[in-house]
């Protein structure tokens, strides 16, 4: 997430004196080890890595947060109850993890290559997830891809809205290390020569469904104040509605194929390995991902390597 954002900030930088003094893409940038604890990588973001996202995101209000101990023990919390291949590849590849203040969204996860260009990550995480419930950030989520105050809740328990955050990002740093997709960015994509020629699973191309499985008002969705909100609230029954005849576990997830994927696997490790409820009431209307068919096998048919069951369909890596 956000990488394209970031290049855009890179390429608009002015040559020389204010150009970033370290490559954001270069693993040497960054103090990785690979023996600390991931509860332990929480880390303070670097200056200028803080500085090249408050540009891309333009909001220079962005700020390094320091984590409380009860919420660290909160994250360590979140980030134990991941299933276990998927916490080994995070130990293996995951950099560091940076609290941002006043962040857009609820987290990014970016990429980094070593010198033999295999993919590490990072991730910058918005401490609301510290302040809100389950419920109450998702909601906040759907909302914000509508103008106004939709008729829309989401109920999935009082849990902290950390565990949404982390098992999203998560799901995008496995991605990003062992192509569970064809690749989690387009430019990560193209920095590997990888490709997706016939496209993956219920996609034509990384953003766009196959007919079949695409749905009207999904072109419109941006989330978070990024190039929107370009619907009114008295839409979001609508959406809501073609989103139930689809095979996507929300609208967030039906922006790209990266976002299909951590949302399959939020909705099933809410239900499923926390016992959570997952319940969407939109226009008066209950939408539970887990129970669409399409949705529950989806998830099942992906999400088998984050469980240790099987591995990414090599098919479909070029």
């Not at 609820?106 to 980094?112: E, I, Q, Y």
């Not at 990003?176 to 191309?205: F, I, R």
């Not at 029954?237 to 005849?245: E, N, R, S, T």
């Not at 299909?260 to 809410?270: G, N, Q, S, Y």
């Given at each position: 997430?956000?990488?394209?954002?970031?290049?855009?900030?890179?390429?608009?930088?002015?040559?020389?004196?204010?150009?970033?003094?370290?490559?954001?893409?270069?693993?040497?940038?960054?103090?990785?080890?690979?023996?600390?604890p991931?509860?332990?990588?929480?880390?303070?973001?670097?200056?200028?890595?803080?500085?090249?996202?408050?540009?891309?995101?333009?909001?220079?209000?962005?700020?390094?947060?320091?984590?409380?101990?009860?919420?660290?023990?909160?994250?360590?919390?979140?980030?134990?109850?991941?299933?276990?291949?998927?916490?080994?590849?995070?130990?293996?590849?995951?950099?560091?993890?940076?609290?941002?203040?006043?962040?857009?969204?609820?987290?990014?996860?970016?990429?980094?290559?070593?010198?033999?260009?295999?993919?590490?990550?990072?991730?910058?995480?918005?401490?609301?997830?510290?302040?809100?419930?389950?419920?109450?950030l998702?909601?906040?989520?759907?909302?914000s891809?509508?103008?106004?105050?939709?008729?829309?809740?989401?109920?999935?328990?009082?849990?902290?809205?950390?565990?949404?955050?982390?098992?999203h990002?998560?799901?995008?740093?496995?991605?990003?290390?062992?192509?569970?997709?064809?690749?989690?960015?387009?430019?990560?994509?193209?920095?590997?020569?990888?490709?997706?020629?016939?496209?993956?699973?219920?996609?034509?191309?990384?953003?766009?469904?196959?007919?079949?499985?695409?749905?009207?008002?999904?072109?419109s969705?941006?989330?978070?104040?990024?190039?929107?909100?370009?619907?009114?609230?008295?839409?979001a029954?609508?959406?809501?509605?073609?989103?139930?005849?689809?095979?996507?576990?929300s609208?967030?997830?039906?922006?790209?194929?990266?976002?299909?994927?951590?949302?399959?696997?939020?909705?099933?490790?809410?239900?499923?390995?926390?016992?959570?409820?997952?319940?969407?009431?939109?226009?008066?209307?209950?939408?539970?991902?887990?129970?669409?068919?399409?949705?529950?096998?989806?998830?099942?048919?992906?999400?088998?390597?984050?469980?240790?069951?099987?591995?990414?369909?090599?098919?479909?890596?070029?």
């Open positions: 997430m956000g990488a394209a954002l970031l290049l855009l900030a890179l390429c608009a930088a002015p040559a020389a004196a204010s150009a970033p003094a370290r490559d954001p893409r270069a693993l040497a940038s960054y103090d990785f080890d690979a023996s600390r991931l509860g332990d990588r929480v880390r303070r973001i670097p200056r200028w890595l803080l500085a090249l996202w408050a540009k891309a995101d333009g909001d220079p209000r962005y700020a390094a947060y320091a984590p409380t101990p009860d919420e660290r023990r909160e994250f360590a919390a979140a980030l134990d109850g991941l299933p276990e291949p998927m916490k080994k590849v995070l130990r293996e590849r995951l950099i560091a993890f940076y609290f941002v203040s006043d962040l857009k969204g609820n987290g990014l996860t970016d990429w980094v290559l070593d010198s033999s260009r295999r993919t590490y990550s990072y991730m910058l995480l918005n401490p609301a997830g510290f302040h809100e419930d389950l419920s109450k998702l909601t906040r989520r759907a909302r891809a509508f103008r106004g105050r939709p008729d829309l809740r989401v109920y999935a328990g009082e849990e902290d809205g950390i565990v949404y955050t982390v098992s990002e998560c799901t995008h740093a496995v991605d990003y290390a062992v192509h569970l997709t064809p690749y989690t960015e387009p430019q990560q994509g193209k920095a590997l020569g990888l490709s997706a020629p016939d496209g993956w699973d219920v996609w034509k191309a990384y953003a766009l469904p196959r007919r079949r499985d695409d749905y009207p008002l999904r072109r969705l941006s989330f978070y104040g990024f190039g929107g909100p370009n619907l009114d609230a008295s839409q029954p609508a959406a809501c509605a073609q989103l139930a005849k689809s095979p996507f576990a609208l967030y997830g039906s922006r790209s194929w990266a976002e299909d994927l951590a949302e399959l696997f939020v909705a099933r490790h809410l239900t499923q390995d926390l016992h959570l409820p997952y319940r969407v009431l939109c226009g008066g209307k209950l939408y539970e991902p887990m129970k669409n068919p399409r949705v529950a096998a989806r998830a099942r048919d992906l999400l088998g390597p984050l469980y240790g069951k099987g591995a990414p369909r090599p098919n479909l890596l070029h």
